[in-house]
């Protein structure tokens, strides 16, 4: 599947930094996956759930929160309420370069997360908690032993998760504020929540108080026997399929097969597209394209280095694709015409730009010329003769004709 990685700022204008998972095939939605308190993008359970949910189908943009990870920032400096703000930070990014986000999924800490933004985002139409407890002021308990020093001395080191932490008071502080369900109440999406019956770091009686705080839709899956970090791939893997199958209710317009776009706007339905056709429209707002014929659906794209998420082939691998595979069959067609033995032809492609002083046959040096080098082999008992008229057959090919013949391209803009 592609992986590209991806920085974006949060309201500090400090880089935050992400993984975009995206499917191989059409994406039918874009996600937000919050990780847990002091875990990063990284961590099992979001690396699991992103990459089986795209597998899926489903884009889900993974991110280290402020001070985490490879993202900037001081930890120590931070609360649950930068969280929130970097959550709307990634919803904005991904608004602004792909499709809005459709769906929030929140694991641990930050599934109180994407509880507290999600009405905020017009686009989410979902929301998934893992593990999660049903406010921030939960986490409280984690801090205990040292709560007391973090509020005489106004901060304190922490271990947790068998990492250590500088937790200031401004973080304690901050949690106070969100100690009530009234957000969930209101929360006004479809709403699935997850929760092990063993988990020993946030008790199921957590996923309780959110179901009964929220209106429907809502639904309960219970992770039999999974811990807290879903550290069993099995679980993560179950996690990601429910969530499809869960989704694909509430965002059925996106699910659907007959949808042609994977923007958050609804394209119109594609007009009957005659032979000879092509219609290329936006699969994101960056460089991935759809590309549809009369019988056939491919995708293009650019590679990660160029900007692009490597979706799909880039226009010039497209470009070789057709003189090669007309080349290609073009020597086929000549060869069971002549009932020539030849058992498999193989053309290899590679497109550059070189200087006209290594064309000899251009006129103006001054200049840069595309060139197309195609290294064709022949296998099957032929003779030198044959193997001449063959090379000779290939310049024959219509794409190659046409690609040397002068083109005349007409634009214009249709309403």
Known sequence: MPRTQVL??????????????????????????????????????????????????????????TGLGNSAGDFPNTNFSSNLDDLFAAAEFLQENYAAPQLLIGH??????????????????????????ATAEHVKHLLDD???????????????????????????????????????????KALLVFHSPVDQVVSIDEATRIYVAAKHPKSFITLDQAD????D??????????????????????????????????????PVIQPGTVIVR?????????????????VSDEPVEQGGADSGVNPYELLLAALGSCTSMTLRMYANHKKLDLEDIEVTLRHSRVHLDDCETCDDKNT??????????????????????????????PVHKTLVNEIVIETKLTP
Request: aromatic share 8%; charged share 25%; with cysteine.
């Open 8 to 65: 974006f700022y949060n309201k500090q204008n400090e880089s935050l930094s992400g993984l975009l998972e995206l499917p191989n095939a059409r994406i039918n939605c874009y996600a937000i996956f919050a990780h847990c308190f002091t875990c990063s993008k990284d961590g099992i359970a979001a690396t699991y759930i992103s990459r089986a949910l795209a597998e899926n189908g489903v884009a889900v943009l993974r991110f280290d929160f």
């Open 108 to 133: 641990s800490l930050g599934g109180s997360a994407v509880l507290a933004v999600a009405k905020q985002i017009e686009s989410v139409r979902g929301v998934v908690t893992i593990n999660s407890p």
């Open 146 to 188: 040292a709560h007391n020093e973090i509020l005489n001395n106004q901060s304190a080191k922490v271990s947790l998760g068998g990492r250590s932490f500088t937790i200031q008071k401004q973080f304690i502080e901050d949690l106070d504020r969100y100690n009530t369900l009234d957000h969930i109440k209101a929360l006004g």
């Open 228 to 231: 807290h970090l879903l550290s």
């Open 233 to 270: 791939k099995g679980d993560a893997n179950y996690v990601a399929a429910v969530i499809t199958a869960w989704v694909s209710r509430y965002l059925a317009d996106s699910f659907s097969s007959e949808s042609a776009s994977t923007n958050s706007r609804q394209n119109d339905a594609l």
């Open 282 to 298: 936006e699969r994101d707002k960056k460089f991935a394209r759809e590309i549809f014929t009369q019988q056939h659906h491919l």
């Open 368 to 397: 840069l010329v595309d060139k197309i080098n195609r290294e064709i082999k022949l296998v099957g008992r032929l003779d030198d003769d044959q193997r001449k008229r063959l090379l000779e057959i290939a310049d024959k090919c």
